[in-house]
């Protein structure tokens, strides 16, 4: 059973709003992943083929971004760990569609040498978001898309799961520059649930989670507890509205969004496992560094997320690195049993 926070009401009507979720769910994915919705999308979007048979055949998919590759972590680190997440996702029963735009065609679905040379161009390719999408294809350019992107991307190829580190938020200082991440509306209006490690330690994780809300996106943490996990850190201090314990759960959640239509998106939190997680004070220092010269050099808007978390692993002598990437791999392994557990829902008739 989902256990919320302090409503016992949702609770007692959880059952019966997942069944509904589940009966009308599938009806929704199907129609989303038919050979017609393809064909449809064949000018705009280039499948794998892959990730192609997958959608035909209704297998369960789980949607990766790919600016962790070019901006997240060094070469070859970064396309090391981007065929590890992949294999993660196979190996739990789901299949990757790592997501990125390669000279203006948007591809859904990467080859290991597409990876690789995304890998290798680094921060040369166009971190794109929602607003830039347009702008890339246009230009023809290679680009790393970003949470937001790729969530708008998954969404339109039917993906309803997608595995990340964490996600964007709130910065810190926002009522000086008003500095809030594209990832938070893109949640509160496309419909995938993202499994991420939660919101960016180096950001301001209270008034990112008030955002949520307003956005109308449901927050849960994946465990025994609310505690929302602080992606280096195992909590954050606040809390979620509700925890999951099973990808079954989590599954039942996502059917039941797709059921009532609510058209925005879900944030399951899974907390870096223990002997991953990073000193809670020893992070700290090292983020309040990093914001400190980060404010210094005017680093601002999508350039200054890269920049925080390179200085931070500079400054912890590469232990977030490690961090980084173990959850990464976590967040993978739970989005494909979560995806999986999605598309084993049948339609149950009256």
């Given at each position: 059973?989902?256990?919320?926070?302090?409503?016992?009401?949702?609770?007692?009507?959880?059952?019966?709003?997942?069944?509904?979720?589940?009966?009308?769910?599938?009806?929704?994915?199907?129609?989303?992943?038919?050979?017609?919705?393809?064909?449809?999308?064949?000018?705009?979007?280039?499948?794998?083929?892959?990730?192609?048979?997958?959608?035909?055949?209704?297998?369960?998919?789980?949607?990766?971004?790919?600016?962790?590759?070019?901006?997240?972590?060094?070469?070859?680190?970064?396309?090391?760990?981007?065929?590890?997440?992949?294999?993660?996702?196979?190996?739990?029963?789901a299949i990757p569609a790592t997501i990125?735009?390669?000279?203006?065609?948007?591809?859904?679905?990467?080859?290991?040498?597409?990876?690789?040379?995304?890998?290798k161009m680094g921060r040369e390719a166009?971190?794109?978001?929602?607003?830039?999408?347009?702008?890339?294809?246009?230009?023809?350019?290679?680009?790393?898309?970003?949470?937001?992107?790729?969530?708008?991307?998954?969404?339109?190829?039917?993906?309803?799961?997608?595995?990340?580190?964490?996600?964007?938020?709130?910065?810190?200082?926002?009522?000086?520059?008003?500095?809030?991440?594209?990832?938070?509306?893109?949640?509160?209006?496309?419909?995938?649930?993202?499994?991420?490690?939660?919101?960016?330690?180096?950001?301001?994780?209270?008034?990112?989670?008030?955002?949520?809300?307003?956005?109308?996106?449901?927050?849960?943490?994946?465990?025994?507890?609310?505690?929302?996990?602080?992606?280096?850190?195992?909590?954050?201090?606040?809390?979620?509205?509700?925890?999951?314990?099973?990808?079954?759960?989590?599954?039942?959640?996502?059917?039941?969004?797709?059921?009532?239509?609510?058209?925005?998106?879900?944030?399951?939190?899974?907390?870096?496992?223990?002997?991953?997680?990073?000193?809670?004070?020893?992070?700290?220092?090292?983020?309040?560094?990093?914001?400190?010269?980060?404010?210094?050099?005017?680093?601002?808007?999508?350039?200054?997320?890269?920049?925080?978390?390179?200085?931070?692993?500079?400054?912890?002598?590469?232990?977030?690195?490690?961090?980084?990437?173990?959850?990464?791999?976590?967040?993978?392994?739970?989005?494909?049993?979560?995806?999986?557990?999605?598309?084993?829902?049948?339609?149950?008739?009256?």
């Amino acid at each position: 059973m989902l256990r919320a926070v302090s409503s016992s009401s949702l609770r007692k009507a959880a059952p019966t709003t997942l069944l509904a979720g589940r009966r009308l769910t599938v009806s929704l994915h199907s129609s989303l992943s038919s050979p017609r919705h393809l064909s449809t999308l064949s000018s705009t979007l280039r499948f794998s083929d892959e990730v192609k048979a997958a959608l035909e055949q209704k297998k369960p998919l789980v949607a990766l971004e790919s600016t962790i590759i070019s901006h997240g972590m060094p070469y070859p680190a970064n396309f090391e760990t981007a065929i590890a997440v992949e294999k993660v996702v196979r190996d739990n029963g789901a299949i990757p569609a790592t997501i990125a735009i390669l000279d203006g065609q948007i591809q859904i679905g990467l080859s290991q040498e597409q990876i690789r040379h995304l890998a290798k161009m680094g921060r040369e390719a166009v971190k794109a978001s929602r607003r830039d999408l347009a702008v890339v294809m246009a230009k023809k350019q290679t680009g790393a898309t970003t949470v937001s992107a790729t969530m708008l991307l998954a969404h339109r190829a039917g993906i309803s799961v997608f595995a990340t580190g964490g996600i964007g938020g709130v910065h810190r200082g926002y009522e000086e520059t008003m500095d809030a991440s594209a990832d938070l509306t893109e949640l509160g209006r496309t419909p995938v649930a993202v499994v991420c490690a939660g919101v960016k330690s180096i950001l301001d994780i209270g008034r990112t989670l008030e955002f949520l809300e307003t956005q109308g996106v449901t927050v849960a943490t994946y465990g025994k507890t609310t505690d929302f996990p602080a992606f280096f850190t195992r909590t954050s201090g606040f809390q979620s509205m509700l925890n999951i314990e099973t990808p079954k759960e989590a599954a039942e959640l996502i059917a039941a969004n797709h059921a009532i239509d609510l058209q925005s998106g879900i944030v399951i939190g899974v907390p870096i496992a223990k002997e991953d997680a990073m000193d809670d004070i020893l992070v700290g220092e090292a983020i309040n560094v990093a914001v400190k010269e980060s404010s210094e050099q005017g680093i601002v808007g999508k350039e200054s997320t890269p920049f925080l978390l390179k200085r931070v692993n500079e400054l912890t002598g590469g232990n977030s690195l490690k961090s980084n990437i173990a959850l990464v791999k976590q967040n993978a392994s739970i989005a494909a049993k979560i995806a999986k557990d999605l598309a084993a829902l049948v339609i149950i008739t009256d």
